[in-house]
Antibody, heavy 111, light 106 residues
Framework: EVQLMESGGGLIQPGGSLRLSCAAS????????MNWVRQAPGKGLEWVSI???????YYIDSVKGRFTVSRDTSKNTLYLQMDSLRVEDTAVYYC?????WGQGTLVTVSS | DIQMTQSPSSLSAAVGDRVTITCRAS??????LNWYRQKPGKAPERLIY???SLQSGVPSRFSGSGSGTEFTLTISSLQPEDFATYYC?????????FGGGTRVEI
């Protein structure tokens, strides 16, 4: 059974860094593609990034150069390193794999 | 970027009603479109992929159609658990883009 569980969210000041984790089970994270999607409070869904099985990555323009997606095969975990955080990055962050989604982790960027 | 325009942005319906939601793409995306349902406070769940393929485990009252620039999600008989927000997503090209959402309420 495929399961995804995000962690690592919290309250962070503007300009700070945070690393989100997405622990996967039921499949191997390096064998397929995985996405990060976010949802600001009371707003719609916004795609953030993708990593393919070959390691290629793509990002939405607003996070390019600030966010980095990676994987750890030994832990079967997907990561999102978020640097130079802005107030507008405040959102619930979800990882997803095909039709499966985690429960999300809330990132709040505020002074 | 490909813009996805959903309509209506909200609708009122009753249990048993047939509901149709439309998503229009700003350029041809073939069949590279998914539909999601999001219940309040919960993660989205994929209902339809490749425009018309039903996700495993999803009830058959959900169906998707369309290709190119116009797509439709139909719920044949609305159930209580279907009062939620629905989103389309194009995955033809980067950045992937969602529609603005359609809130289905009583």
């Amino acid at each position: 059974e495929v399961q995804l569980m995000e962690s690592g969210g919290g309250l962070i000041q503007p300009g700070g860094s945070l690393r989100l984790s997405c622990a996967a089970s039921g499949f191997t994270v390096t064998d397929t593609y995985m996405n990060w999607v976010r949802q600001a409070p009371g707003k719609g869904l916004e795609w953030v990034s993708i990593i393919y099985n070959d390691g290629n990555t793509y990002y939405i323009d607003s996070v390019k150069g600030r966010f980095t997606v990676s994987r750890d095969t030994s832990k079967n975990t997907l990561y999102l390193q978020m640097d130079s955080l802005r107030v507008e990055d405040t959102a619930v962050y979800y990882c997803s794999h095909k039709g499966f989604w985690g429960q999300g982790t809330l990132v709040t960027v505020s002074s | 970027d490909i813009q996805m325009t959903q309509s209506p942005s909200s609708l009122s319906a009753a249990v048993g009603d047939r509901v149709t939601i439309t998503c229009r793409a700003s350029q041809d995306i073939g069949s590279d479109l998914n539909w999601y349902r999001q219940k309040p406070g919960k993660a989205p769940e994929r209902l339809i992929y490749a425009a018309s393929s039903l996700q495993s485990g999803v009830p058959s009252r959900f169906s998707g159609s369309g290709s190119g620039t116009e797509f439709t999600l139909t719920i044949s008989s609305l159930q209580p658990e279907d009062f939620a927000t629905y989103y389309c997503l194009q995955h033809k090209s980067f950045p992937l883009t969602f529609g603005g959402g359609t809130r289905v309420e009583i």
